[in-house]
């Protein structure tokens, strides 16, 4: 226990985060299950920064072997991992950490990335993380190129560092976030730590172009070799947000630039734009007459990600010889600090506009996030069991919000109870789950978002603002799914598998949506603010289906990658069932939703021209013809049949259909076609030219 004074604010730091790994984790009894609790909820701070990109939370120890990890992420490219050990103290006490223990659980995650590069696997459990962990490492053992060893800890490490070294040719790096370092990047307003970076050895000469009382401009040619090895150190916390967005989209490397690069290094300066960036701080040193660069601090790539990301690609991986290329720079210092993050967002804005480089802007202050947040915080949920106490579910719109929240108010916790807490990478995670992506889920929370933003954008240019901003219905509609989401999350976990506990609650509601054709009643479930115990049953049977669809069908590959794959999903929907899902679940009103609800997925928007001409060419009474069959062949749902009418009715009077109906229209005969209602041959080409 420590025994100096630590202010208060700390201390409740402390207690609420402890408090929430308790109440996480519902017992007080198993330490594993709290550390496991502990590391998820750590991860989960420096996701909301880009600090990683994603956990795949595990439980191994070894004394034997002198192995431990608790979690672990490989990136899509699988040349880098993320290994994340966990040091948790079950106290009410603050407790110091020393050196020795530290160094100990760090070194035994060390120790088992160094085994798997050989053959830990075959000494672990099939199908748990740990195996599937091991066996990447295995697998990727030649594409690695850098490995993170991340050490969480709830205690205080003061003065504790562990310097970068080399395993087998792959570069190794240390991490160190014990409670001081969490509570710090927690708290921060600027959401991200602060960096400097060093490179005075480089003797870089600039020219200062611009000063002002709000900023200052530094020109520079960057020799390849030095932006390399900065990224390769600093990786995306380089690039301002929206960039590593675009690149999270459309990928890291470009074409063009890996050709340039590649057969005519010499042209690369002239064909190239070069980079612009931004700095809170920008140290020179003037000899002779002449300025050259020092240091660098908070240093945000706000247009050239493509080329600083290929170019590290061309260095590290391809080994390509980068020693004669250059890039042109301007380096842009801010001096007002307190905007600084505003400031930052509107260089990257109009520098990208100027390019032509199409990057969502999808910030906190975007009008969606901010429209959620305002139904977050007025509409009250219905009391479950008739109780009085009422409560609503707060949106986090920007991280800290509801730490904040604790403190100012003495009512917050009863009116906003931690369980119906979400943030923006919920968001996209429960949409994506009930979209049947699971896939892209599975492809980490940064990446699932990048992706959900990109949608929403394409949403918003293809129509106007107000399709995109979320109504009263979308929003009880999302609490539904979030209810959904987390309940099948209790559901796998009781369930006590070894492994993969993540995809198999993203693949399990993709499924439920599958199997109910997205028509389960989630206006009950907003209602009864739970889910009905016959459908946690349901789940139940239906997550152990799951679970061995994904491991049979991986065939011997790496499950967590073969999960971002949407062969994955493809496989999961030929999983045969004998039960249904109770028709009490299902819902007749499901049209109420198609009509209504503001938020339209990407895949509903694709191909509107074609299946505007594919319904037009379907007269009302073959509308009404499929209603009336599909309900004496009990072929489609309620909803569906509700559908054919309504659509009937909007082509009798002549009226345009809206995206929803014409996507789900579109479907609606095809599944008619197959189930053996006859359409004319002209409706069937076309139908055949659709992808539903």
């Known amino acids: 226990m420590i025994t100096q004074d630590i202010s208060e604010i700390y201390q409740d730091f402390y207690q609420d985060f402890y408090q929430d790994i308790l109440h996480e984790a519902n017992t007080e009894e198993s330490s594993d299950l709290l550390e496991n609790v502990f590391t998820r909820l750590a991860a989960e701070v420096l996701n909301d920064v880009d600090e990683i990109e994603g956990i795949q939370i595990c439980h191994h120890f070894n004394s034997v072997l002198h192995t431990k990890l608790n979690g672990y992420f490989f990136n899509e490219d699988g040349d880098s991992v993320d290994l994340f050990v966990s040091l948790f103290k079950n106290s009410n006490e603050i407790q110091e950490i020393k050196k020795n223990e530290a160094?100990?659980?760090?070194?035994?995650?060390?120790?088992?990335?160094?085994?798997?590069?050989?053959?830990?696997?075959?000494?672990?459990?099939?199908a748990s993380d740990e195996f599937d962990a091991a066996l990447g490492i295995k697998n990727f053992k030649m594409d690695l190129l850098n490995v993170r060893i991340i050490l969480f800890t709830n205690g205080l490490l003061r003065n504790f560092k562990m310097d970068d070294d080399k395993i087998e040719g792959i570069d190794i790096e240390y991490q160190i976030w014990d409670l001081d370092r969490l509570f710090k990047l927690e708290t921060s307003s600027n959401q991200r730590e602060k960096t400097r970076i060093d490179i005075s050895k480089y003797m870089i000469e600039c020219l200062n172009i611009n000063s002002s009382e709000n900023y200052s401009s530094y020109f520079s040619i960057l020799p390849a070799c030095v932006l390399a090895e900065i990224y390769d150190k600093y990786g995306s916390r380089l690039l301002e947000k929206n960039v590593r967005a675009f690149l999270q989209v459309k990928g890291v490397v470009n074409t063009g630039i890996k050709n340039t690069i590649e057969k005519e290094p010499d042209y690369f300066l002239a064909y190239n734009n070069g980079i612009s960036a931004t700095a809170s701080n920008v140290e020179i040193i003037e000899k002779e007459g002449r300025?050259?660069?020092?240091?660098?601090?908070?240093?945000?790539?706000?247009?050239?990600?493509?080329?600083?990301?290929?170019?590290?690609?061309?260095?590290?991986?391809?080994?390509?010889?980068?020693?004669?290329?250059?890039?042109?720079?301007?380096?842009?210092?801010?001096?007002?600090?307190?905007?600084?993050?505003?400031?930052?967002?509107?260089?990257?804005?109009?520098?990208?506009?100027?390019?032509?480089?199409?990057?969502?802007d999808f910030s906190a202050n975007d009008p969606f996030h901010r429209r959620l947040e305002e139904l977050s915080r007025t509409v009250w949920a219905p009391t479950p069991d008739n109780s009085t106490i009422m409560r609503k579910w707060f949106y986090e719109r920007a991280r800290g919000q509801y730490h904040d929240g604790r403190i100012r108010n003495s009512n917050f916790n009863s009116d906003f109870p931690k369980d119906c807490l979400f943030t923006k990478t919920d968001i996209a995670k429960y949409e994506y789950s009930w979209e049947q992506k699971p896939d892209i889920v599975s492809k980490g929370a940064q990446k699932c978002f990048s992706i959900f933003t990109n949608e929403i954008n394409l949403n918003r240019k293809k129509y106007t603002d107000s399709v995109v901003l979320p109504d009263d219905k979308y929003y009880k509609n999302l609490v539904a799914k979030a209810i959904l989401f987390k309940s099948t999350e209790k559901i796998v976990r009781d369930q006590k598998f070894p492994g993969y506990n993540a995809n198999i609650v993203t693949y399990t509601v993709a499924f439920l949506s599958f199997l109910s054709h997205k028509s389960l009643d989630m206006d009950k479930i907003w209602k009864v603010q739970t889910i009905d115990p016959k459908l946690i049953l349901f789940i139940t049977n239906l997550s152990h289906k799951v679970r061995q669809s994904i491991i049979e069908s991986a065939n011997g590959e790496n499950v967590t990658q073969y999960c971002k794959k949407r062969i994955c999903w493809e496989n999961v929907q030929k999983i045969n069932l004998e039960d249904k899902i109770p028709d009490i679940f299902i819902t007749d009103k499901r049209i109420d939703m198609l009509n209504s609800s503001n938020f339209i997925p990407e895949h509903i928007l694709i191909n509107t021209d074609i299946k505007t001409q594919v319904i037009s060419q379907v007269p009302s009474t073959v509308w009404f013809d499929i209603a009336k069959w599909s309900k004496e062949a009990n072929r489609l749902q309620p909803w569906e049949r509700s559908l054919c009418f309504s659509i009937g009715k909007l082509l009798n009077n002549k009226r345009a259909l809206t995206p929803k109906q014409l996507h789900f229209g579109v479907k609606i005969l095809k599944e008619s076609s197959s189930f053996g209602f006859a359409l004319v041959d002209e409706i069937m080409v076309m139908l055949d030219s659709i992808e539903i």
Do not use: C, P, R, W
């Not at 760090?106 to 099939?126: G, M, P, Q």
């Open 103 to 126: 160094f100990e659980i760090v070194n035994s995650a060390k120790k088992f990335f160094e085994i798997s590069l050989k053959d830990l696997y075959t000494n672990l459990e099939e």
């Open 291 to 360: 300025k050259y660069l020092q240091t660098l601090d908070d240093l945000q790539i706000v247009n050239g990600g493509q080329t600083t990301a290929s170019i590290h690609h061309a260095f590290k991986k391809a080994k390509a010889d980068i020693s004669q290329i250059y890039i042109q720079t301007k380096i842009t210092k801010i001096n007002d600090s307190e905007n600084m993050d505003e400031i930052v967002k509107s260089i990257s804005k109009y520098a990208n506009t100027q390019n032509k480089v199409q990057i969502a």
